[in-house]
């Protein structure tokens, strides 16, 4: 443990004195990431804390350390911790604060964490060290990787292929690429009990500073043939000197905290070395929830609410759950930390479906510490139809103009639909105003389109949006000039016509005043002529 301790001061102090050469080509403000390539510092031999780090700071050190007590850690081929990102503290020249997880895996010391200094953003890291000389080998920095304060970050050390080992953080790879990722420790296995550790370190210059706040949801665990394996006894450690008060406490101390989950920082009472700050693997605690409603139409909203306490009904805050369904519908959110009263909301919309469908929601906690999982079943209706149609729809409109359309919403029994949420779009040179709106009591909703002055056609579809319900309709709408009136189509002949008829008169009027005055002549007519008869021969 011994040689842990000053692997871990040797790497603050190679990141201190390195610091110059690090960042002096990315001069930047305080708490900007750090530029995307990578940097590792030349190896050089290292010295302890107590013979050299000091006197360079001109200040000192402190640190507070977390070893498993357990030796069922070991053999394991994979380490594994939850750290929280920190809120960067205001650190005083040539300082620095770390978080790490070290692991000594044959002739090599793994260290990886959060490291801060003076003129740097939190980064993760991660380095190597000779676990028989104490000689630094690697350092190697994710600059690009934005750690936002308060969230927690999973760090996964594990056993590839040979002797290689890789880091990756949330799932990624460790800056991005596998080589970058991937340090030869000479060994298979974790072997050594006491070669794992989690501590928190400050290094500074003459003015020394109290550490900001921390969370590490999960201390460290291993990796076994039989799964992930939680040490059922982490004890503390601490060493230095700091200013103000400065302390780490576990579930011993508060009894809300899972197993292997710490909490650190000013207003956490110190303890006393070899407290320890857990005392068992994982326990039981009870997580239930309640849906509503447990009979949702199609593509309705489903709220789910966790309540997660122990088993004596002690609430539990701050505990990470995962929400989930076996039809694989999206939660808002998918996960979610418990509240004071260990409580967390989810909602889904549940899923569609042409008959009666039974899915079943889940929740699980996340905490390695915490064994605890919920079930609870709804059973989904299809999606109930709606008729929409139009009261009045103008056929036409002129370019330019802007008019108001009514439409209604009606059940399959011709009931009116209210309070029925529907969407507006218009398709074509037009506004549509509003959006969306709701239907009146009496299922009808209205809205205006107006047109941008372009012959066209505009579409003009009305759909239902209310989760549950289903329907459409779409109208077309014209954009022409006003039709051409009967005064319209004669206007261009009014004048030629009117001449002609002034024509025409002027025409008669001449031959009437040309005629002799008197009497008009009386037509005599002949008379009939008279027929002849003819008389048929007499018979003798």
């Keep these: 443990m011994g040689r842990g301790l000053a692997a871990t001061g040797v790497l603050l102090l190679v990141a201190l004195l390195a610091a110059p050469v690090l960042f002096a080509a990315h001069s930047r403000p305080a708490w900007t990431p750090a530029p995307a390539s990578p ?3 030349p190896n050089h031999p290292a010295a302890s804390p107590g013979q050299e780090l000091r006197p360079r700071l001109g200040g000192g050190s402190a640190e507070l350390l977390v070893y498993a007590n357990d030796t069922a850690i070991a053999p394991a081929t994979g380490v594994e911790a939850n750290l929280t990102a920190f809120t960067p503290a205001a650190l005083p020249p040539a300082s620095s604060f770390q ?4 692991a000594v895996l044959g002739g090599v010391e793994v260290v990886f964490g959060i490291f801060q200094n003076t003129g740097n953003a939190p980064t993760a890291f991660l380095a190597s060290f000779s676990n028989r000389t104490d000689q630094y080998l690697s350092l190697s920095y994710w600059r690009n990787l934005t750690l936002v304060d308060g969230t927690p970050y999973g760090f996964n050390l594990e056993h ?7 880091l990756t953080i949330g799932g990624a790879l460790f800056d991005g690429s596998r080589s970058n990722a991937t340090i030869d420790c000479g060994v298979s296995s974790l072997q050594w009990v006491h070669g794992l550790s989690f501590s928190e370190t400050v290094a500074f210059g003459g003015n ?4 900001p706040a921390v969370v590490a949801s999960l201390a460290f665990a291993t990796e076994q043939g039989s799964g992930w394996y939680l040490p059922r006894l982490g004890v503390a450690n601490q060493s230095g000197f700091g200013s103000g008060p400065w302390g780490i406490q576990g579930r011993v101390q508060h009894p809300t905290l899972a197993p292997g989950e710490l909490v650190s920082g000013p207003s956490i009472a110190p303890v006393a070395n070899g407290t320890p700050l857990w005392r068992s693997g994982p326990v039981p605690v009870d997580l239930r929830l309640q849906v509503s409603p447990t009979g949702p139409l199609a593509f309705g909203t489903v709220s789910v609410n966790a309540s997660l306490t122990d088993p004596n009904g002690t609430p539990l805050p701050s505990v990470p759950l995962q929400f989930s369904d076996s039809n694989g519908s999206m939660f808002f959110p998918a996960g979610e930390q418990t509240d004071a009263n260990g409580t967390a909301l989810a909602a889904f ?10 899915d079943t929601v889940s929740a699980v ?4 510490g ?3 999982n919920a079930q609870s079943s709804i059973t989904t209706s299809p999606a109930q139809e709606l008729l929409v149609s139009p009261v009045n729809a103008p056929g036409r409109i002129v370019p330019g103009a802007t008019v108001q359309l009514t439409f209604e919403v009606r059940t399959v029994d011709s009931h009116p639909a209210s309070g029925v949420a529907v969407l507006f779009t218009l398709s074509g040179p037009g506004a549509v105003d509003p959006t969306a709106a709701a239907t009146a009591s009496d299922g009808t909703v209205a809205f205006t389109i107006s047109s941008y002055g372009e012959l066209a056609v505009l579409q003009v579809t009305v759909r239902v949006q209310q989760p549950g319900f289903w329907g459409h309709d779409q109208v077309g709408v014209r954009v022409a000039p006003d039709p051409p009136t009967l005064l319209d189509t004669i206007a261009p002949y009014e004048w030629p016509a009117v001449g002609i008829a002034v024509a025409a008169v002027l025409v008669f009027a001449f031959y009437t005043r040309r005629r002799p005055r008197g009497a008009l002549p009386v037509l005599r007519l002949p008379p009939p002529r008279r027929r002849v008869r003819v008389e048929p021969p007499r018979q003798p």
């Design 39 to 41: 940097a590792t510092a």
């Design 99 to 102: 978080v790490s997880v070290a």
């Design 160 to 166: 590839g292929s040979g002797t290689n080992w890789t």
């Design 208 to 211: 020394r500073f109290v550490p």
């Design 349 to 358: 919309p549940a899923p569609n479906a042409s008959a009666p469908a039974t």
């Design 365 to 368: 906690v996340e905490l390695l």
């Design 370 to 372: 915490f064994l605890g």
